[in-house]
């Protein structure tokens, strides 16, 4: 098809085809390409099937608490924090959708890691007041919950949070508290804590991904299941 274009007595000719992106654009593959590609896909599916762990029971994933949300927040409070070379911090919150699916029993792969967190988000420690982190629980809804969260508890009635207590004590609108969480939901993501001001955001360069393997092989290397790393 063509199409004519007329702009300050200059005149311009588009030509333009429609083109299939499928079996058919590629009916006769390059050989070299071809060679190329599978020579990198073995040595991906090599480090993809890796096994670094194991988990002794099928942890699923769902809101508003599941195994794996409680597990991957547990951990992320746990020793997120030693690992990005911060102070310990008082609770960590993370979306649900930022968890892609359950993690079966049995071998735990590195592509099991990537499968369960696919995206490159960063840990980072947030600190602000009560008052700020009330604010977006407030947002908070028991039946249709978006953020997971460890060291922090939310008690609901008529589906709306009524109580929250952050260590085990009553949450304090003028204290500050230090919260470990993916840089997506620090600039805004999943609308978790879009309107929150912070005192402080300090980031790092730790993919969450590469956070989790880390964690498995330490559970692995002191002989333990992934399922061991579950809150108590």
Do not use: W
Request: charged residues 25%; hydrophobic residues 40%.
């Amino acid at each position: 098809m063509t199409c004519m274009s007329y702009a300050q007595n200059h005149s311009y000719t588009y030509q333009y085809r429609m083109v299939r992106l499928d079996s058919t654009y590629d009916a006769k593959l390059d050989p070299g390409l071809v060679k190329y590609l599978d020579r990198h896909k073995a040595r991906l599916d090599k480090k993809m099937d890796e096994v670094i762990g194991r988990c002794d029971v099928t942890l699923n994933v769902e809101a508003p608490q599941s195994p794996l949300s409680d597990l991957l927040t547990e951990l992320m409070l746990r020793d997120g924090p030693a690992a990005i070379r911060q102070a310990p911090c008082d609770l960590s919150v993370m979306n649900f959708g930022g968890i892609r699916t359950n993690l079966q029993a049995g071998d735990v792969t590195v592509g099991d890691i990537f499968r369960i967190s696919p995206f490159d988000n960063y840990l980072v420690v947030a600190t602000l007041k009560g008052s700020e982190l009330r604010k977006a629980v407030s947002r908070f809804r028991q039946d249709a919950l978006m953020a997971a969260s460890s060291g922090m508890e939310v008690s609901y009635k008529a589906n709306v949070p009524t109580r929250i207590l952050v260590q085990g004590k009553e949450l304090q609108d003028e204290q500050l508290y230090r919260l470990i969480t993916l840089n997506f939901i620090a600039e805004g993501g999943d609308n978790i804590l879009s309107d929150v001001r912070f005192e402080s955001l300090d980031y790092s360069m730790l993919i969450f991904r590469d956070f989790l393997i880390n964690e498995v092989k330490k559970l692995t290397k002191a002989g333990r299941s992934v399922s061991d790393g579950l809150p108590r």
